[in-house]
C-alpha cells in the first residue's frame, strides 16, 4: 500500500473540517483503527511477524496519527515510552513523530491577541515579529518588545483547537468501549486509566494560564538554585489562549559543538540537568515532563533554560517515598531493595519465580550505574529477559507514564551530553546537597537519612577481593560452577 504524503496545509483544513462534522470524525477514528487491527491479525494469519513487517506496521501508524492531527499526535508521542505495551519497532518509529505543520497566518494571530487581551497588536506591543520562532500543531510563537522595552515571546493557540479536542475526547472514548467489548485481550492495558491520565494533560496543556501558573510554581521551586532559569510570565499579557514570557534566548542544549564553542563543558551541563531533574521527581513532586531538546536551552554563562511548561506532572507523596528508596536502592546496587520498591509503585507483578527478574536486575545494576548503557551486553542475559517478558511481570501504571517518558528523552540528552556519563557519579551533588541542608517533613528527612547512608557507605565499602569473593559464593549457590565442573 503506497501513501501520499498529505501537506501541512491539507492536515490543517482536514482537521478543521472534522470539527464541523463529529460523526465524520468518528469514522475516521474508527475506521483507522480497525483497519491497523485487520492489518495485525492477517500478518498474524500468515505468520508473517518478522521485525521488517512490524517497522512497515509502526511506520504505516506514525503517518496515520499525523494525519489524524494534534491529538493522535500527543497520543503517539506518548506511545513512544510504552515498552511495556508495544514492540521495539514501534517505540522506534514512534519516538521519531514530530508535530510541526505549517504557521497559521499573522493575521489570525494578530485577531486572537485582540479577542483575548481586548487590544489591537500596536497598543500592547511596540514591536511584533510577524514571522513566528516556532509553529507545532497546538500553536505559535512570535517574538515582540513591550512598549517598557522588555524583550518578550508571545505564544499564540491555533484556532479551533479546543473544539477538535472535545470531539476526540469523546471518539476515543467510545472506541475504547467498543474495543473491550470485542477483544477481552485489551482489558488488560487498563485503558482507561490512561485514556483519562492522557486527556486530563492535553486538556492543561491549552490552558495556556495553566501553564503560567506551572511555570511560576517551577520558578519559585528553584528560586535559591542557581544556574536554572525560568522566563518570568507577564500575566497584564497572557489568557487561556495567549501566553507572554520574557525572552530568555540560549543554546539548544544538545548542540556540543556551539556549546563548547563558548567554552561551555557539555559533561558539567549533563550533571546539573540529571541533578535539577532528581530535585523536581524526588524533592518537589512536581516536574517538568517533556524535556526535549526544543524545551531546554543554556546560557552563555552555562546556565540551564527552561521553556514551555504545558505539560507538567506532578508525584504524590507516597510515590515519591518509593522513588527515593528506588534511587538509592539503585545507587547501592540492592536488587532486592529496586525490585521491593518496583513492586510497590505497581511497576512489577509478582510471579511465582522472581529468580530470573532478581537476576537481570542484579544484572543491570553491576554493569550499567557507573557506566552507561550497552545494549549489546543484554545478550548475556537474553534468555531471561525473553522469560521474564513472556510473563509479562512489568507493567506501566498511567500516572507513570510521563516519569517514564522524561527519563527516556533525558537518557538520550545524556548520551549526547557525555557518551560516558553514569548516573552514581552525576547524582553526587544532589546526594551531597540533601545532606548538608536543613530538611523539614517527613518525606524530606526519609531523602537526607537514604543520602546520608549511601554516602557513608561509599566509605566502607568491601574491597574489590571481597567483592570477588562475594560473587563467587552467589554463583557457587546457584550451582553455575558445578554445571560446568559436571560438563567435563
Not at 80 to 89: G, V, Y
Not at 149 to 169: A, C, N, S, T, Y
Not at 208 to 232: C, K, L, M, S
Given at each position: 500500500?503506497?501513501?501520499?504524503?498529505?501537506?501541512?496545509?491539507?492536515?490543517?483544513?482536514?482537521?478543521?473540517?472534522?470539527?464541523?462534522?463529529p460523526?465524520?470524525?468518528?469514522r475516521?477514528?474508527?475506521?483507522?483503527?480497525?483497519?491497523?487491527?485487520?492489518?495485525?491479525?492477517w500478518d498474524?494469519?500468515?505468520?508473517?511477524?518478522?521485525?521488517?513487517?512490524?517497522?512497515?506496521?509502526?511506520?504505516w501508524?506514525?503517518?496515520?496519527?499525523?494525519?489524524?492531527?494534534?491529538?493522535f499526535?500527543k497520543i503517539?508521542?506518548?506511545?513512544?515510552?510504552r515498552?511495556?505495551?508495544?514492540?521495539?519497532?514501534?517505540?522506534?518509529?514512534?519516538?521519531?513523530?514530530?508535530?510541526?505543520?505549517?504557521?497559521f497566518?499573522?493575521?489570525i494571530a494578530?485577531?486572537?491577541?485582540?479577542?483575548?487581551?481586548?487590544?489591537?497588536?500596536?497598543?500592547?506591543?511596540?514591536?511584533?515579529?510577524?514571522?513566528?520562532?516556532?509553529?507545532?500543531?497546538?500553536?505559535?510563537?512570535h517574538?515582540?518588545?513591550?512598549?517598557?522595552?522588555?524583550?518578550?515571546v508571545?505564544?499564540?493557540q491555533?484556532?479551533?483547537?479546543?473544539e477538535?479536542?472535545?470531539?476526540?475526547?469523546?471518539?476515543?472514548?467510545k472506541?475504547?468501549?467498543?474495543?473491550?467489548?470485542?477483544?477481552?485481550w485489551t482489558?488488560?492495558?487498563?485503558?482507561?486509566?490512561?485514556?483519562?491520565e492522557?486527556?486530563?494533560?492535553?486538556?492543561?496543556e491549552?490552558?495556556?494560564?495553566?501553564?503560567?501558573?506551572?511555570?511560576?510554581?517551577?520558578?519559585q521551586?528553584?528560586?535559591n538554585?542557581?544556574?536554572?532559569?525560568?522566563?518570568r510570565?507577564?500575566?497584564?499579557?497572557?489568557t487561556?489562549?495567549?501566553l507572554?514570557?520574557?525572552?530568555?534566548?540560549?543554546?539548544?542544549?544538545?548542540?556540543?559543538?556551539?556549546l563548547?564553542a563558548?567554552?561551555?563543558d557539555?559533561?558539567e551541563?549533563?550533571?546539573?540537568g540529571?541533578?535539577?531533574?532528581?530535585?523536581?521527581?524526588?524533592?518537589?513532586?512536581?516536574?517538568?515532563?517533556?524535556?526535549h531538546?526544543?524545551?531546554?536551552?543554556?546560557?552563555r554563562?552555562?546556565?540551564?533554560?527552561?521553556?514551555d511548561?504545558?505539560?507538567?506532572?506532578e508525584?504524590?507523596?507516597?510515590?515519591?517515598?518509593?522513588m527515593v528508596?528506588?534511587?538509592?536502592?539503585?545507587?547501592?546496587?540492592?536488587?532486592?531493595?529496586v525490585?521491593?520498591?518496583?513492586?510497590?509503585?505497581?511497576?512489577?507483578?509478582?510471579?511465582?519465580?522472581m529468580?530470573?527478574?532478581?537476576?537481570?536486575?542484579?544484572?543491570?545494576?553491576d554493569?550499567?550505574?557507573?557506566?552507561?548503557?550497552?545494549?549489546?551486553?543484554?545478550?548475556q542475559?537474553k534468555k531471561?529477559?525473553?522469560?521474564?517478558?513472556?510473563?509479562?511481570p512489568?507493567?506501566?501504571?498511567?500516572?507513570?507514564?510521563?516519569?517514564?517518558?522524561?527519563?527516556?528523552?533525558?537518557d538520550?540528552?545524556?548520551?549526547?551530553?557525555?557518551?560516558?556519563?553514569?548516573?552514581?557519579a552525576?547524582?553526587?551533588?544532589?546526594?551531597r546537597?540533601?545532606?548538608l541542608?536543613r530538611?523539614?517533613?517527613?518525606?524530606?528527612?526519609?531523602?537526607?537519612r537514604q543520602?546520608?547512608?549511601f554516602?557513608?557507605?561509599?566509605?566502607?565499602?568491601?574491597?574489590?577481593a571481597?567483592?570477588?569473593?562475594?560473587?563467587?559464593?552467589?554463583?557457587?549457590?546457584?550451582?553455575?560452577?558445578?554445571?560446568?565442573?559436571d560438563q567435563?
Amino acid at each position: 500500500m503506497v501513501f501520499v504524503p498529505t501537506s501541512g496545509a491539507e492536515k490543517i483544513l482536514r482537521w478543521q473540517r472534522a470539527q464541523r462534522n463529529p460523526w465524520a470524525r468518528q469514522r475516521e477514528v474508527f475506521g483507522t483503527t480497525f483497519w491497523y487491527l485487520f492489518l495485525l491479525w492477517w500478518d498474524n494469519l500468515i505468520g508473517d511477524t518478522t521485525s521488517t513487517k512490524r517497522h512497515r506496521r509502526a511506520r504505516w501508524l506514525v503517518h496515520n496519527l499525523l494525519e489524524l492531527g494534534p491529538t493522535f499526535i500527543k497520543i503517539g508521542q506518548s506511545l513512544s515510552t510504552r515498552i511495556d505495551l508495544l514492540p521495539k519497532e514501534y517505540i522506534a518509529a514512534l519516538a521519531e513523530l514530530q508535530d510541526r505543520v505549517p504557521p497559521f497566518a499573522v493575521t489570525i494571530a494578530a485577531d486572537i491577541i485582540e479577542a483575548e487581551l481586548g487590544k489591537a497588536v500596536p497598543h500592547l506591543y511596540q514591536e511584533f515579529q510577524e514571522t513566528p520562532l516556532a509553529a507545532a500543531s497546538l500553536g505559535q510563537v512570535h517574538r515582540a518588545r513591550l512598549h517598557t522595552g522588555e524583550e518578550v515571546v508571545v505564544k499564540i493557540q491555533r484556532p479551533g483547537l479546543k473544539e477538535l479536542f472535545d470531539l476526540d475526547l469523546m471518539a476515543v472514548g467510545k472506541l475504547i468501549k467498543v474495543l473491550q467489548r470485542l477483544f477481552s485481550w485489551t482489558k488488560k492495558y487498563n485503558l482507561e486509566a490512561i485514556y483519562d491520565e492522557f486527556f486530563t494533560v492535553l486538556y492543561q496543556e491549552i490552558d495556556y494560564t495553566h501553564e503560567g501558573e506551572n511555570a511560576d510554581r517551577f520558578r519559585q521551586n528553584f528560586n535559591n538554585i542557581p544556574r536554572i532559569i525560568v522566563p518570568r510570565v507577564y500575566w497584564d499579557y497572557t489568557t487561556s489562549r495567549v501566553l507572554t514570557l520574557e525572552y530568555v534566548p540560549g543554546i539548544k542544549v544538545n548542540d556540543r559543538e556551539a556549546l563548547e564553542a563558548c567554552n561551555i563543558d557539555p559533561k558539567e551541563i549533563n550533571q546539573l540537568g540529571i541533578c535539577c531533574y532528581l530535585q523536581q521527581l524526588l524533592q518537589d513532586g512536581f516536574f517538568h515532563a517533556d524535556p526535549h531538546p526544543g524545551n531546554l536551552a543554556v546560557s552563555r554563562n552555562g546556565d540551564l533554560i527552561f521553556y514551555d511548561f504545558g505539560m507538567m506532572a506532578e508525584v504524590p507523596s507516597m510515590d515519591r517515598d518509593q522513588m527515593v528508596r528506588t534511587f538509592f536502592a539503585v545507587l547501592k546496587k540492592d536488587a532486592n531493595e529496586v525490585i521491593d520498591t518496583l513492586t510497590t509503585m505497581g511497576l512489577l507483578e509478582p510471579i511465582a519465580d522472581m529468580g530470573p527478574v532478581k537476576r537481570m536486575m542484579k544484572f543491570v545494576l553491576d554493569r550499567f550505574t557507573e557506566r552507561p548503557v550497552d545494549i549489546r551486553a543484554f545478550e548475556q542475559i537474553k534468555k531471561e529477559v525473553v522469560t521474564i517478558f513472556e510473563k509479562q511481570p512489568f507493567r506501566l501504571p498511567a500516572k507513570m507514564t510521563y516519569i517514564l517518558k522524561s527519563l527516556t528523552t533525558l537518557d538520550g540528552l545524556a548520551r549526547i551530553l557525555d557518551p560516558e556519563y553514569n548516573l552514581t557519579a552525576a547524582a553526587q551533588p544532589f546526594v551531597r546537597s540533601i545532606v548538608l541542608a536543613r530538611q523539614r517533613g517527613s518525606l524530606l528527612s526519609e531523602l537526607a537519612r537514604q543520602s546520608k547512608e549511601f554516602l557513608t557507605a561509599q566509605f566502607t565499602r568491601p574491597s574489590r577481593a571481597e567483592l570477588l569473593l562475594s560473587r563467587l559464593e552467589e554463583r557457587i549457590e546457584r550451582g553455575e560452577l558445578l554445571c560446568r565442573c559436571d560438563q567435563r
